[in-house]
Nanobody
Framework: QVQLAESGGGLVQSGGSLRLSCVAS????????VGWYRQAPGKQRELVASISSGEETKYADSVKGRFTISRDNVKNTVALQMNSLKPEDTAVYYC?????????WGQGTQVTVSS
C-alpha cells in the first residue's frame, strides 16, 4: 500500500522560507518521478516541482529560482525547500508521483504566506 505523507507547512511572512517533507512508504522514490503540487482556494491543483528517477528537476515558472526539490534515497523522502515566499504561494501542498496517481493523494500540508 502506497502512502505519501506531507509535513512542514505553516504560517510565514512574505520573504520567509519553509521546508516541506514528503515521506513515502510502499514505494521507492528513487525509482519513480515525484512531484510537489499545490492547490490554492478556488484554483485547480498545479504541479510546482518534480524530480525524476534520474534526478532531473523541473519547476513551474512561478517558483523557478525560489523553490528547490530534492530527494533522500536513504530516508525515502522528497523535500521542497521554499525561499522568498510570496502571498500567492499560499496553498495546500501535496506530494504525489509525477504523473500523479489519483489514489495516492494525501492530506497535504497548508502553507500560508502573509503580506
Amino acid at each position: 500500500q502506497v502512502q505519501l505523507a506531507e509535513s512542514g507547512g505553516g504560517l510565514v511572512q512574505s520573504g520567509g522560507s519553509l521546508r516541506l517533507s514528503c515521506v513515502a512508504s510502499g514505494i521507492w522514490v528513487r525509482l519513480r518521478g515525484v512531484g510537489w503540487y499545490r492547490q490554492a482556494p478556488g484554483k485547480q491543483r498545479e504541479l510546482v516541482a518534480s524530480i525524476s528517477s534520474g534526478e532531473e528537476t523541473k519547476y513551474a515558472d512561478s517558483v523557478k529560482g525560489r523553490f528547490t526539490i530534492s530527494r533522500d534515497n536513504v530516508k525515502n523522502t522528497v523535500a521542497l525547500q521554499m525561499n522568498s515566499l510570496k502571498p500567492e504561494d499560499t496553498a495546500v501542498y501535496y506530494c504525489n508521483l509525477e504523473p500523479y496517481y489519483d489514489t495516492y493523494w494525501g492530506q497535504g500540508t497548508q502553507v500560508t504566506v502573509s503580506s
